[in-house]
């Protein structure tokens, strides 16, 4: 369980926006959360709200995505940039490689370097949807991991891990031989969203069979948008709950959002429970299910 986990912050000398966030997992067990870069400034004012209400539950980190191809690399930039200068908390950059050139990457990340930003989520990014050729320098989230450590040791990486495997994998054990070889040469992982703990329990198995023991955070999605999750699982391989995703559109109100919290904390005891170093929650910029779930899980 993650009892307590904020006082034990507070006297770590690993805390704050100064330690990595390789660091604050390794004196975990850590909270975080996901940020999207908001469209509109609508968009944006709910996201400062959320997160001066997150500000109670002593986030471990944050991390912001990147949109398809760099279409948010601007926003993004500026959102990690701001979140890590001014919060008591690392914030991570999500970055992608496929399509872009390797001189582009590394003026981002000399960017990001002299910011005070050094924690990248290395991803490969998807190629474009029509089949055309990606172009740019890489192919695999690996290069990118290489790209960033040799910017410098000040650099802690981490990289995506799918417990149902990639949509792109053609077979369980290639997808997992790559997988150990990218946690290998980063300094931990973070899942794509799933629903049943066995498939994390049994992805880490596998990866330790092949001697991979790099930090996993399993990355949880509460279910309260049940229609459009569904049509990110099917985007990502994840299995849809279908029976949970029932209960879910059957209540209403308060009683929906139990069930909701419910779920979602049950998922995150069991994996925590099973020796995860900490749950990276999917929030869609929003606090009220994440302040639900920190106080379910005695983190606040
Ligand atoms: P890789 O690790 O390169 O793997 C992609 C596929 O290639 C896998 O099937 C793998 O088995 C295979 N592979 C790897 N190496 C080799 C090799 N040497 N030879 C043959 N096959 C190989 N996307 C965004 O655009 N922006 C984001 O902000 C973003 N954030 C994400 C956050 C998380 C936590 C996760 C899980 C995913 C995120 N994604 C994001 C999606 C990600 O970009 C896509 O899943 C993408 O298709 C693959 O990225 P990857 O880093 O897993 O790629």
Do not use: F, L, N
């Given at each position: 369980m993650i009892d307590g986990p904020t006082d034990e912050r507070a006297d770590?000398?690993?805390?704050?926006?100064?330690?990595?966030i390789a660091d604050v997992i390794a004196a975990g067990p850590t909270l975080s959360v996901e940020f999207f870069p908001p469209k509109t400034d609508e968009g944006a004012e709910q996201l400062d709200r959320t997160v001066d209400e997150l500000d109670p539950v002593g986030l471990s980190f944050v991390s912001v995505t990147y949109g398809a191809g760099g279409s948010t690399r601007d926003r993004t930039r500026d959102l990690v940039v701001r979140l890590n200068a001014e919060r008591n908390y690392p914030a991570m950059a999500h970055l992608t490689c496929v399509g872009s050139s390797r001189s582009e990457l590394e003026a981002l990340l000399d960017d990001y370097d002299a910011s005070g930003v050094h924690d990248i989520l290395a991803l490969a990014g998807d190629p474009p949807a029509d089949g055309s050729p990606a172009g740019g320098d890489f192919t695999y989230a690996l290069e990118l991991v290489e790209l960033v450590r040799a910017r410098g040791p000040q650099f802690s990486i981490g990289v995506a891990a799918h417990p149902e495997l990639h949509?792109?994998?053609?077979?369980r054990s290639s997808d997992r031989d790559h997988l150990a070889e990218k946690l290998r040469a980063a300094d931990f992982g973070v899942t794509q969203f799933f629903f049943d703990p066995a498939d994390y329990g049994r992805m880490v198995a596998e990866l330790a069979d092949r001697d991979c023991t790099t930090p996993v955070l399993p990355g949880v999605m509460p279910l309260s948008n049940p229609s459009g999750i569904a049509r990110m699982a099917e985007m990502s391989g994840a299995t849809f709950p279908t029976d949970l995703a029932a209960r879910v559109e059957a209540a209403e109100g308060a009683e929906r959002d139990r069930v909701v919290v419910d779920a979602t904390v049950g998922l995150c005891r069991a994996l925590l429970d099973s020796g995860a170093p900490g749950i990276h929650l999917y929030c869609l910029n929003r606090s009220p299910i994440v302040l639900a779930v920190a106080d379910a899980l005695g983190v606040r």
């Open positions: 770590d000398p690993t805390a704050g926006s100064s330690a990595s949509p792109r994998s053609t077979d």
